[in-house]
């Protein structure tokens, strides 16, 4: 089969990741992986050839390393687009260690804009965060919303790799890009080969329910019912991981058939409803039949009280909308959970 264009992903066996490259190579891309396992499994790139019948070809280095980067771009001069969702991505890890976030999520996009533009590849998509609205003062939350002060080095990442991918194409060179805005991706591949893989305690609130239901945790702690929402716990817009992909493979196409109307762009990539964490615990018990221990606890610092996406744009822009239901997403949270522990 004739490929439709080679495709870098970078942190590919991540979780977002995986699921987009398993989309791109559905849809006829050749796509090729660069990843660390920092934070990720190389078996992944085993189950993406499972699900897809086709292996990606795997590249283990550090984006950090310019003169690797440089040679891989040299070995791979075709490549179409790049989608780029390697880096550090835990809030509360990023109060700690700040300059690991800011070397290891700056420096290589830096290194990788640079190279992009020494081997003349133009066409680029760029895993921003909803993060960057900090709380915002209206709600659903449109692009034009003002970017808030950042809570967390890990958010400032995200403010900062935005302005470098604008102001790069702004300054003329030959790059477009679309930064993709993610409210909240949970949920797993139908085939349970793969999906979320957190290491050592998760900090997100899916994982942490799917890992107290199969007995890994004692029990799930919801982070404070005192906000000023309907029920008490804080709101956030989850999307379906494989929604989410998909919406990458717009966003590359739209850059690679050159349907932008302009050369740096920014959508918000939601469902448009927003859950409370007790109504995510009410649809994981009614679509797997398995009883939540869990338990109120103080607020979590730094979490902001509630955030929805207005997803108009995205929609009529990109010809793209989440579709999967809340229930789809926490079943399939559990499936994968569960095969991938009886492995
Ligand atoms: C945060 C970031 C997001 C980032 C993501 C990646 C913000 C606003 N959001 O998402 O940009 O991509 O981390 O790590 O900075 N909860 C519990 N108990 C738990 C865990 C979570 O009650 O054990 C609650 C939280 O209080 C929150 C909701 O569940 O209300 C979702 O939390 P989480 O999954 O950690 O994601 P965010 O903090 O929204």
Not at 186 to 209: C, D, Q, T
Not at 310 to 339: F, R, V
Request: a negative charge; glycine letters at 8%.
């Amino acid at each position: 089969m004739n490929s439709k264009g080679k495709i870098l992903v970078t942190g590919g066996t991540g979780f977002i990741g995986s699921h987009t490259t398993v989309e791109l190579i559905q849809q006829g891309y050749e796509v090729v992986i660069i990843d660390n396992l920092s934070n990720s499994e190389e078996f992944v790139i085993d189950r993406i050839e499972q699900i897809t019948g086709i292996r990606p070809k795997f590249y283990e280095f550090d984006l950090l390393d310019f003169n690797k980067l440089d040679s891989f771009f040299k070995e791979n001069s075709n490549l179409v687009g790049v989608i780029h969702f390697a880096a550090a991505k835990a809030v509360g890890e990023s109060v700690q260690i700040p300059l690991h976030y800011y070397r290891n999520n700056l420096v290589t996009m830096v290194n990788l804009l640079e190279l992009m533009i020494k081997y003349k590849v133009t066409n680029f998509v760029f895993s921003s965060s909803c993060t960057v609205y900090g709380q915002p003062d209206e709600l659903p939350v449109t692009e034009n919303a003002p970017v808030k002060p950042a809570e967390s080095p890990y958010g400032y990442t995200k403010q900062v790799n935005e302005n470098i991918l604008k102001d790069t194409i702004h300054s003329g060179a030959d790059i477009k890009g679309i930064a993709l805005r993610y409210f909240n991706p949970i949920g797993a591949h139908h085939s349970g080969l793969i999906g979320e893989l957190p290491r050592g305690v998760p900090s997100n609130l899916m994982p942490f329910i799917t890992q107290t239901a199969n007995g890994l945790r004692e029990q799930l702690s919801v982070f404070g019912d005192d906000y000023t929402t309907p029920d008490g716990s804080c709101i956030r817009d989850y999307i379906h991981v494989v929604d989410l992909a998909k919406a990458h493979i717009v966003a590359i196409e739209r850059l690679i058939y050159a349907k932008n109307k302009n050369n740096y762009e920014m959508f918000n990539i939601g469902t448009g409803n927003g859950f409370s964490v007790f109504e995510v615990i009410k649809s994981f018990e009614k679509s797997t039949g398995k009883k939540l221990n869990y338990k109120v606890v103080a607020r979590r610092a730094g979490d902001i009280e509630q955030i929805w996406a207005d997803t108009t744009i995205a929609n009529q822009e990109l010809g793209w909308k989440a579709e999967k239901t809340l229930d789809e997403m926490t079943l399939s949270a559990w499936q994968w959970e569960q095969k991938y522990r009886a492995k």
